[in-house]
């Protein structure tokens, strides 16, 4: 008799199911976890765009908000085929315990609109982004709600979110909401360095795992997993530290050279063609059997539920380290861990993304300029704490570092709502 594969579950469920063992792990507050147990706000926005060659065509675009308790709901908005309501809730929820973990004064909240950018012209992308932010309207805004570049979006689109939010607001108004989208270009208000603070963060944290197991990362492989912003730049501060590339996958194909692969002159090879597949030196590789790789170092920087349980016990590596949100399901987790395998988790991994976001929102707001430098120490050092923090409360709870990131962030936002209470 034929049996049928077991589904697998929802990123949404698998947040549900984190958060659940931390919150038991904590004994957090019944109250304080009946109200992060669902979002403050789901916003669906459908709006016609005109095309190119004269039709028009209607866009979903959507903008959960799932908790404010410390300060303005703050995240991405990526355009991809797989963003849904119960991705953006997802999302949404881990930049809470993101934030909140990494001390900054914000919320969470993440978005999109569900289409494939490659299918469209600049001109159509900067007609739907312009639309997608009149549509949301005052559902975004500098002390409200920040959006930021994620999966497919980039500054260019930050940039025109920026100048339509601010035409809707009265001259006098307009300059003082600059900072309603962060990852802006640098000439339009954006930070020096917010694009590689992801894969820099990614890097930081791996950098304090080799300390903390009194080891390095000099001679090292790893494979990465995403040659976009976070997995290009993970890959060009891991080469720094003498870190040797021997793998990558992304959407056009998979590569390997157990000798070694130089990301920039992959990046320029991607550039020129489109396609990471066909680089020098490298021979294509089967992408089902990518994080069977033998490595040191796995970085998976594309998109959610990648690890999973039929793929996790041919891991051979020793630490992952979490560039994308959600990459790894709870079910792949349990075989890791059993296997030995330490997992950076997301919510503290590629947390430098938004705390950048926060540097350049406090440059706008206090109308400064800050220089690379300023960025990278500040980056450094905030990293290096939350990666501390986590360490310490994995070995008092004798929990996973996952459990440990999440107990953090629990902590602070627990302690937020008993201070200030519940309004009646």
Not at 63 to 72: E, I, M
Not at 244 to 259: H, K, S
Not at 282 to 288: C, F, I, P, R, V
Request: with cysteine; glycine share 10%.
């Amino acid at each position: 008799m034929a049996t049928t594969a077991k589904p697998q579950p929802s990123m949404y469920e698998n947040v549900k199911i984190q958060f659940e063992k931390a919150a038991n792990v904590m004994g957090l507050d019944d109250t304080v976890k009946k109200i992060l147990s669902s979002t403050n706000n789901e916003i669906i926005v459908n709006f016609p765009v005109k095309m190119d060659n004269g039709t028009v065509e209607v866009f979903t675009g959507y903008r959960v908000q799932h908790n404010n308790v410390l300060g303005p709901y703050k995240g991405g908005l990526r355009y991809h085929p797989t963003v849904d309501i119960d991705a953006a809730r997802a999302l949404a929820t881990w930049m809470t315990w993101k934030t909140s973990l990494a001390g900054l004064p914000y919320g969470g909240g993440k978005g999109g609109i569900q289409l494939d950018p490659k299918k469209y012209s600049q001109g159509e992308l900067e007609r739907i982004t312009r639309r997608f932010t009149y549509a949301l309207g005052d559902n975004i805004g500098p002390e409200h709600d920040i959006p930021a570049p994620d999966v497919n979006t980039n500054a260019q689109m930050m940039a025109w979110i920026a100048d339509t939010y601010m035409s809707t607001k009265s001259p006098a108004e307009r300059s003082k909401n600059q900072h309603v989208v962060t990852g802006k270009p640098v000439g339009s208000g954006g930070l020096e360095g917010r694009d590689r603070a992801t894969g820099f963060g990614v890097v930081v944290t791996l950098e304090s795992w080799a300390k903390l197991r009194n080891t390095s990362l000099e001679g090292k492989t790893y494979i990465v997993q995403g040659f976009g912003n976070v997995g290009y730049w993970a890959a060009h501060f891991m080469n720094k530290n003498g870190a040797i590339l021997v793998g990558v996958q992304d959407a056009t194909g998979t590569i390997y050279n157990p000798e070694g692969i130089d990301p920039e002159a992959l990046l320029r090879f991607q550039a020129d063609n489109g396609t990471i597949s066909g680089f020098k030196n490298t021979q294509d590789y089967n992408s089902a059997e990518f994080f069977g790789i033998e490595c040191d170092i796995i970085i998976p920087a594309a998109l959610g539920n990648q690890i999973t349980a039929d793929n996790a016990e041919s891991v051979k590596a020793k630490v992952i380290a979490e560039g994308a949100n959600g990459p790894t399901d709870t079910e792949g987790e349990e075989i890791l861990l059993a296997k030995g395998v330490e997992i950076i988790p997301d919510i503290l991994c590629n947390s430098g993304g938004v705390i950048g976001s926060y540097f350049e929102w406090l440059q706008n707001r206090n109308g400064e300029i800050w220089t690379m430098d300023d960025v990278i120490i500040k980056l450094r050092r905030k990293m290096e704490d939350a990666f501390n923090r986590v360490v310490i409360t994995g070995g008092q709870y004798k929990t996973d570092w996952r459990t440990a990131a999440y107990i953090q962030a629990l902590v602070r936002i627990e302690m937020a709502y008993k201070q200030r209470g519940i309004f009646p």
